[in-house]
């Protein structure tokens, strides 16, 4: 039986993977020893061949057994699609090949949703690493310091949650068109499952080490200013 599936959407990220995969083997191991029976599903999303070769050197490494999906999308929502069509467990979570999680997220998160399964769960904080570093705390869309307004500005929480597989599948993630300026996938689903009435809450204690670069797709529909504005949203 599989509890939680957790999905890897994997492009570009080289070098950087190998980390990942020890943080998760980390996680997924504590998860294990509190109950939770997981799954990992890679998607290989137009991977580069060290991208690759990197993955299975970490596998090897940890021993951590994956389901491999390739895909031919270009897009990281519609990569995030792919692995949810393809899960086993209830519950899913997501996390990027070039990010760390603390050991606990699984289990904490796992714990959390059990306690509310209508809601998305994020890391409690997180340490932005690489061209720009800062610490990103996830508001409680239950808690006082909310503002709902604010979405129309800027974005509360980024993708890597952690939910009931069927409120992905419920809630698909649109495509980004970096051309019309539609961006950030998770912006806009965001909004869309708050609207549909899920909460969206930080797991107390978590977090998540994401790398901001040059050139990701982050970067590309950000304003002069640094700001990324809801164009399309």
Known sequence: MTDLSIILPLHREGLLLGPTIHSLAEAIARARDGGVQGELIAVLDRADTLT?????????DTGLPVRVLRSDLGDPGQA??????AAAGDVAAFVDGDDLVSANWLLAGWKAQRAQPDAIWHSDCNMVFGEERMLWWH?????????P????WLNYWDAMSMA???IYRRHP???????LGFGHEDWHWNR?????G??????????HFKRRRSGSQMARVAGADGVSWPVGV
Not at 149 to 152: N, R, W
Not at 192 to 196: C, P, R, S
Not at 198 to 207: E, L, S, Y
């Open 52 to 60: 690759e070769a990197v993955l299975h050197q970490a596998l090897h």
């Open 80 to 85: 995030r699609n792919h692995g949810i069509a």
């Open 139 to 147: 508001v409680d869309s239950e808690g006082p310091l909310f503002d």
């Open 149 to 152: 307004d604010y979405l129309a």
């Open 164 to 166: 009931a597989t069927a």
């Open 173 to 179: 993630f649109r495509s980004n068109d970096l051309a």
């Open 192 to 196: 869309m499952t708050l609207a549909a």
């Open 198 to 207: 899920h909460a969206h809450r930080p797991v107390p204690g978590t977090m």
